[in-house]
């Protein structure tokens, strides 16, 4: 599991997720904090503020977006889903990248610096921005 990108550079957590999505399916992703990887962060304006266009980088990817629902229900079954938290960074997008079924948890990617966070559903329920709806990103 240590194949996803759990820090950032900028402010670029929503890109972060996408990347990490792509990651998900097997998807060639740029070079960590290459040429690439800036210019798609400066294009998203996500270098000293967040991200505010995507789009670009989600073509690229070959993803698309499917808003779901804030319910253990939902989350058992869509991973990679993207995540939109309130924690110690403020608000941060984060993307589940499994499920532990039995303790009905989710492996977060981009939550702690370094490492993958399992963290129960539960608990994701409560930090989540609740104006947002969870996305769970698809391969195109």
């Given amino acids: 599991m240590g194949k996803y990108w759990n820090?950032?550079?900028?402010?670029?957590?929503?890109?972060?997720?996408?990347?990490?999505?792509?990651?998900?399916?097997?998807v060639t992703v740029p070079v960590r904090y290459g040429n690439e990887?800036?210019?798609?962060?400066?294009?998203?304006?996500?270098?000293?503020?967040?991200?505010?266009?995507?789009?670009?980088?989600v073509e690229k990817m070959h993803l698309r977006a499917v808003k779901g629902r804030l319910c253990w229900n939902w989350i058992k079954v869509n991973c990679p889903i993207e995540f939109s938290v309130f924690c110690h960074r403020g608000y941060h997008s984060v993307l589940g990248v499994d499920i532990n079924h039995k303790k009905k948890e989710v492996l977060l990617a981009n939550y702690d610096r370094?490492?993958?966070?399992?963290?129960?559903?539960?608990?994701?329920?409560?930090?989540?921005?609740?104006?947002?709806?969870?996305?769970?990103?698809?391969?195109?």
Wanted: proline share 1%; with cysteine; glycine share 6%.
């Fill in 7 to 26: 820090n950032q550079k900028y402010s670029e957590c929503h890109l972060v997720s996408i990347w990490n999505a792509a990651m998900f399916y097997g």
């Fill in 37 to 57: 990887y800036i210019a798609d962060c400066e294009k998203g304006c996500a270098i000293n503020g967040s991200c505010i266009n995507s789009n670009h980088v």
């Fill in 114 to 140: 370094g490492r993958l966070r399992w963290m129960e559903v539960d608990r994701l329920i409560v930090i989540h921005n609740k104006n947002l709806r969870p996305v769970k990103w698809c391969q195109v």
